[in-house]
């Protein structure tokens, strides 16, 4: 069953008409294992949201011929996956032409969240900086990497 | 803050910008004492709670790095 209904496709389609260049997005995810071992709780994987993650972005990407998508099976792939997205899954890894830094969402993108991940890759997509000109020179300065983790809720 | 924390690490090389699902990742809510969101860390420095703007992530990224507020 689609993520997104008629209406949710139709406003993507509308606001990534002005999309500029392409952007992608690299899904990070680990592929279930379909041997069940004895005495296994099933409930362990209750919080996995790795197939609604998958998901969700093709429903979105599917809007736009400029939103290339990629899936990384951690399970198959340790090293990629460990190189994109660290210790953490599911996650997804942001990218365009004039984006110089690294920027990654860990979890499901859900509720208000769905509108930071289209706010983004319209960002992604316009072709214009970000900051100002004189914001930029002050980042440029920056000799040493910078971390910046922002805890959210779907909220 | 997240969207913000996205810009910013679009416009520089040196930016890392994580966003996290807190309910997906309790132990990191846990480690970072998260109380509330949004809460944004620079450098794992103190917390910035709630949606501040840009202009204060700017200006606590801009802090890392001048190697004089720290000792």
Redesign the interface.
Known sequence: MALLGDEDTKYLRESFAELRSDVTLTVVTREKSRLVLPGADAGDDA?D?SGEVKQIVDEVAAASERIKVTHVDAAADADRASTLAGA?LPAIV?G?A?????????????GY?MS?LI??LM??GSGE???PPE??A?????????????????? | MARAAFQLAMSSDKITSDVFEAQEFPELAQRYQVRGVPMTLVNEGAPIMGNVGGAKLLHAVLATATPSSGT
């Open positions: 919080e949201t953490h942001f365009g004039q984006s110089k830094g690294t920027l990654r969402y860990f979890g499901l993108p859900a969240e930071t706010a983004t960002d992604l900086a970000m900051v914001v930029s002050e980042l440029d300065k920056l000799t040493a990497p910078v971390h910046i983790q922002v805890f959210v809720t779907p909220g």
